[in-house]
T-cell receptor
Framework: NAGVTQTPKFQVLKTGQSMTLQCAQD?????MSWYRQDPGMGLRLIHYSVGAGITDQGEVPNGYNVSRSTTEDFPLRLLSAAPSQTSVYFC????????????FGPGTRLTVT | AQSVTQPDIHITVSEGASLELRCNYSYGATPYLFWYVQSPGQGLQLLLKYFSGDTLVQGIKGFEAEFKRSQSSFNLRKPSVHWSDAAEYFC?????????FGTGTSLTVIP
């Protein structure tokens, strides 16, 4: 049982490049979410999903896309990277909605130059 | 909108001393409240949660928190801090679909 896994751990992009951050969980959790963590700002919700085929926007969705084709995977796509997207990104999952414990992945540190 | 505020950016305590980290929430009804801990370079781990009922909740690693509606607070406490408790602590609340995190309190433990 690997829990929540994220790849890559580190990534450097140039402005305008696109990429996908991968997130997978093996706990059969319905709810998955993506956060970004910036100094002094805590974690802010980017997108979330309450089940396969269902996604919705969080607090800071601009510049990011998500899809949920399976229960296990929830990739986050940066369409055209900007320096403002330099951050640490965390994926999390929970049994349902957000009322149960969220399990967090180890994070991806992204730098956009 | 729901939100939580952590007024202390950084706290330093001596090993063995007691600890209290502050969290204030903004929500009319009974909120769902959580405390998470993040060790350096790691993801977040749930310490404890409050949904309803007993206002004093026990968590892992010897932590507890008390929900006080009159003060709109959900402060985290530990009677005796260990060096391994040095980390960043986040208070959070949820609407059911979305989580809202505080800005965090960084804890330093000195020998």
């Amino acid at each position: 049982n690997a829990g929540v896994t994220q790849t890559p751990k580190f990534q450097v992009l140039k402005t305008g490049q696109s990429m996908t951050l991968q997130c997978a969980q093996d706990m059969n959790h319905e709810y998955m979410s993506w956060y970004r963590q910036d100094p002094g700002m805590g974690l802010r919700l980017i997108h979330y999903s309450v089940g396969a085929g269902i996604t919705d926007q969080g607090e800071v969705p601009n510049g990011y896309n998500v899809s949920r084709s399976t229960t296990e995977d929830f990739p986050l796509r940066l369409l055209s990277a900007a320096p403002s997207q330099t951050s640490v990104y965390f994926c999390a999952s929970s049994y349902d909605r957000a009322t149960h414990e969220q399990y967090f992945g180890p994070g991806t540190r992204l730098t956009v130059t | 909108a729901q939100s939580v505020t952590q007024p202390d950016i950084h706290i330093t305590v001596s090993e063995g001393a007691s600890l209290e980290l502050r969290c204030n929430y903004s929500y009319g009804a009974t909120p769902y409240l959580f405390w998470y801990v993040q060790s350096p370079g790691q993801g977040l781990q749930l310490l404890l949660k409050y949904f309803s009922g007993d206002t004093l909740v026990q968590g892992i690693k010897g932590f507890e928190a008390e929900f006080k509606r009159s003060q709109s607070s959900f402060n985290l406490r530990k009677p005796s801090v260990h060096w391994s408790d040095a980390a960043e602590y986040f208070c959070a609340t949820t609407t059911g679909n979305q989580f809202y995190f505080g800005t965090g309190t960084s804890l330093t433990v000195i020998p």
